[in-house]
């Protein structure tokens, strides 16, 4: 799976996107008009299928029948499939695949599935008039594209129609994505002329790759396609920032904005190539994207300063990225103590970011004696990441504070976030001796019980038992009313 969204432009509201918003108001009012009304009427009648005795049992054999002998191989694995739904008692699957063959619903109507020498004939017809009666006229399937009765007015009205809320919502989020930069820049004429016919020319291409079929094609992707190769073409060599995702990999970039047209592109045939039968308009895309391409290409042609192009954005430069760049231009031009100050600067705006605090940390312990190497080497402690690269670090960088500076500036809660870092991670050493110089400047701090605990915790993971229960004994002597102290009791007591 591949996608990328430009996060370029806003709408300019002084100057609304107005065909665009009527767009959507279209798509939303057809989606919960007639088309939900045409999904209730569905719904009901195929509860009253469901309901009826004569209705699956006459003809869903009879489709089986029609797909098994129809000489096409796909039809017989789904004449497998409806089979094994009927005997697991399953109604809906079924129906709609049988609702959704044309050529069956064909023969059905005139009467060459069910015939009238049919001992049933007469209750069948009187059931299947009522089931006709509650669908009620079609709609969705009248306004679609259907390869197998196209009409040639269904290259727009099926652009319109849209197969669930999910399918709705999706392509009108990228329809507003694209179309408020399009829209602002073509004109709403032009916009809604190359909305329409990438459309007509998404459908067109959706047509060819499924010849011969007998499902229905809807939906808004073929025009929508045609707007982001639109935006693509009009934004051209113009470096724009975008998100994207490969598989299950994610970024942000800023890219030439005309490299996405071929990758979208590519995109589309290659997953028709991999997923012919996937239930997905790739070629209905494909032929947006190039139809969407073409006209605004003519369009900028056509345009009189030969320039059409969308308006430019100022971006609000991030202040760490201006201080990252400045930090390491000075780093490589070994100014170190600028190259230190710019760094320190970015650890307290980003004190998440390692790369800035380990940098910082580095610059700053050439001189122990400096305030700078105690502000590093707080930044240092606050990091809270428990990854074992991490942990090391962070190991590693007290090791060479304890042993640098001068002297050590190790208060109460620094030592106390220390000792039970260490204690969890298994190093017992250090862990031991930190609690102690804890305990002799705090004998109540709060955090001693939690230490003695991981302490405990980690001599019995370690195979130490005897030295986990002196951490018992000093947590009963010291701290024996604590949750804690329970903890270790039942700890000590599973570990027999």
Known sequence: MFFAIPLNNKPDWHHPPLITILLVLINFIVFFGPQRIETNAQENAARFYAASKILPNIEFPRFAQYLRESGNTKKARMADAVERAINNGDIDGPLQAMEHDQDFQRLLAAGKIVKADDE????????????????????????????????????ITSVFLHGSTGHLIGN??????????????????????????????????DLLARLGSTS???????????????????????????????????????????????????????????????GVAYMAHAGGLLSGAALTYFFKKRSPDKNLAPPTTIETENPVDVLQQRASAALKALKLDEARDLYRKLAK?????????????????????????????????????????????????????????????????????????????????????????????????????????????????QGSRPKALEYKKALDDRHGDTPQARMAEDILRQQV
């Open 120 to 155: 049933h004939y007469e209750e069948w017809k009187q059931q299947r008039t009522k089931y006709e009666a509650l669908k009620g006229s079609p709609f969705t399937e009248r306004w679609a594209s259907n390869p197998s009765d196209w009409n040639p007015v269904s290259l």
């Open 172 to 205: 009108m989020i990228f329809l507003c994505l694209f179309g408020f930069t399009v829209e602002q820049t073509l004109g709403g004429k032009r916009y809604l002329a190359l909305y329409l016919l990438a459309g007509a020319c998404g459908d067109l291409g």
């Open 216 to 278: 229905i094609g809807l939906g808004a992707s073929g025009a929508i396609s045609g707007l982001m190769a639109s935006y693509a073409v009009l934004y051209g060599r113009q470096r724009i920032r975008f998100f994207y995702q490969l598989l299950f990999y994610f970024d942000y970039v800023k890219a030439p904005a005309i490299i996405l047209l071929p990758v979208w592109i590519a995109h589309e045939f290659l997953q028709q190539a991999l997923n012919p039968e996937g």
């Open 349 to 461: 705006l980003a004190p998440k970011n390692s790369e800035f605090v380990s940098t910082y940390f580095n610059l700053a312990k050439r001189t122990p004696a400096d305030e700078h190497f105690h502000r590093a080497f707080r930044y240092v402690t606050a990091f809270s990441a428990d990854d074992p690269e991490s942990s090391k670090w962070i190991y590693d960088c007290y090791q060479t504070y304890v042993s640098t500076a001068k002297p050590p500036r190790l208060g109460a809660e620094m030592t106390a976030r220390l000792a039970f870092r260490f204690a969890r991670e298994g190093r017992l050493q250090e862990a031991d001796r930190l609690l102690r110089v804890l305990i002799s400047r705090e004998p109540t701090h709060g955090e001693a019980p939690n230490i003695l605990l991981a302490l405990l915790t980690s001599c019995l993971k």
